[in-house]
């Protein structure tokens, strides 16, 4: 049995948020396929949660959402 990995693994295509409880450094990554169902996800979480929109993910680069409402 060898070591395990070191390196990053790639995320999926795909739109992402980090969802956190409000006074907290770390949190957990959302995937969504579609900017909106993304949407949902963050109407869903942010009564309760402090929501991050990290971008698009496409061939392993994020980019930023065009016209995206922040809120």
Not at 10 to 38: A, C, M
Not at 53 to 66: F, R, Y
């Given at each position: 049995?060898?070591?395990?990995?070191?390196t990053?693994?790639?995320?999926?295509?795909?739109?992402?948020?980090?969802?956190?409880?409000?006074?907290?450094?770390?949190?957990?990554?959302?995937?969504?396929?579609?900017?909106?169902?993304?949407?949902?996800?963050?109407d869903?979480?942010?009564?309760?949660?402090?929501?991050?929109?990290?971008?698009?993910?496409?061939?392993?680069?994020?980019?930023?959402?065009?016209?995206?409402?922040?809120?």
């Amino acid at each position: 049995m060898g070591r395990p990995s070191t390196t990053p693994k790639d995320l999926r295509d795909g739109y992402y948020i980090e969802v956190r409880n409000k006074n907290q450094r770390t949190g957990i990554k959302i995937r969504r396929d579609t900017k909106k169902q993304l949407l949902m996800a963050i109407d869903e979480y942010k009564s309760s949660k402090e929501v991050i929109v990290l971008g698009k993910s496409e061939n392993g680069k994020m980019k930023e959402i065009p016209n995206l409402i922040k809120g």
